[in-house]
């Protein structure tokens, strides 16, 4: 099977690559023209911005994990233009090709921060992004929808939790829990069971191969492991690293401090260190979700344990 695989160069894309080839297929890398593609075999050189590069080769899929991420510190405008846009780019010009299968790297933010424990997010719900990533990632996943059933072509979104393993994005959400941990600043609330959501690259990965078995229509899963809490992600992070790395501060005190962080944000040019959707994440299970369907629908399980991916990300780092 023939298969691109855009952002092939990054976090997500190398490790899919490299499932694909054990598996004994042949992934195609896209990468933008000048990134590394060291320990890459066969690349195509595109930029999903812009449209007149993407001479693509004949191919079965595409996996398309390309994308730029709120933490980069990007504008709206540029966020619209690689996520949306570039999707929209890349999903058109694989059609000329006559692509049959088009999977999607969304976000959970596509849906927007309106789970709780008692009432996870699902793919039913009605999606409302609080931030401007996640409206890229939603308008991306509404323009596949509209012209996959257009084209015939088959696609899957998957929408995972947060990601993290070795050579994760430097200022990723997943990033940041584990530097945090290890400067001795991650913040716990009250007794840390708010539930927070963590997918260790590899069961993102078994999660788009098997997406590669549908073979008709538009499908959206949600891909997270155990509804783990707070806690117990701090304290298999801090045993790993033998370290105490949290601190428990009042809901009260985290409150003036995310008010502090909004009123000097202008002043960062960027995102606040603190922002009120963080704060509710920190003091409430926003982000709690279900991966019900993909589990029922794919036979999704988690090949690597929470455990096992800590351990493996901190060796990777020498933590």
Not at 30 to 40: C, F, I, N, R, W
Not at 124 to 141: I, N, Q, T, V, W
Not at 240 to 247: A, L, S, T, V
Request: hydrophobic share 35%; net charge neutral; aromatic share 6%.
């Amino acid at each position: 099977m023939r298969i691109i695989v855009t952002g092939g160069s990054g976090f997500l894309g190398r490790a899919v690559i490299e499932r694909l080839k054990r598996d004994g297929m042949k992934p195609m890398a896209m990468a933008l023209p000048g990134e590394d593609v060291k320990g890459l075999n066969t690349v195509i050189r595109g930029d999903v911005t812009d449209p007149d590069s993407l001479d693509l080769p004949e191919h079965d899929a595409v996996i398309h994990c390309a994308g730029i991420l709120e933490s980069s510190h990007p504008s709206e405008e540029m966020m619209m233009k690689v996520n949306h846009t570039g999707t929209r780019n890349m999903f058109d010009a694989a059609l000329k090709k006559g692509c049959r299968k088009f999977i999607f790297i969304s976000s959970i933010s596509a849906l927007g921060p309106h789970g709780s424990r008692e009432r996870p997010l699902t793919e039913k719900m009605d999606p409302d992004p609080c931030d401007s990533y996640g409206r890229s990632k939603l308008e991306a996943e509404r323009y596949l929808k509209r012209a996959s059933e257009d084209a015939g072509t088959t696609v899957v979104v998957l929408r995972p939790s947060v990601l993290y393993g070795p050579g994760m994005n430097l200022n990723s959400s997943g990033m940041k829990i584990f530097t945090s941990i290890r400067k001795g600043i991650m913040p716990l609330v009250g007794s840390g069971d708010t539930v927070l959501n963590m997918l260790y690259v590899d069961n993102l990965v078994e999660a788009i191969m098997l997406s590669l078995g549908v073979n008709e229509g538009y499908h959206i899963y949600h891909v997270s492991e155990a509804p783990y809490s707070q806690s117990l992600i701090i304290e298999t992070i801090e045993r790993r690293m033998k370290r105490i790395g949290h601190r428990r501060y009042p809901k009260s005190l985290l409150w003036i401090l995310t008010l502090l962080s909004e009123v000097v944000s202008p002043l960062l040019k960027g995102p606040p260190p603190l922002s009120w959707t963080k704060y509710r994440a920190l003091t409430g299970s926003i982000w709690a979700m279900s991966s019900d369907r993909i589990r029922e629908e794919l036979g999704f399980s988690e090949i690597v344990s929470l455990e096992e991916g800590v351990d493996r990300t901190c060796s990777f780092y020498g933590w």
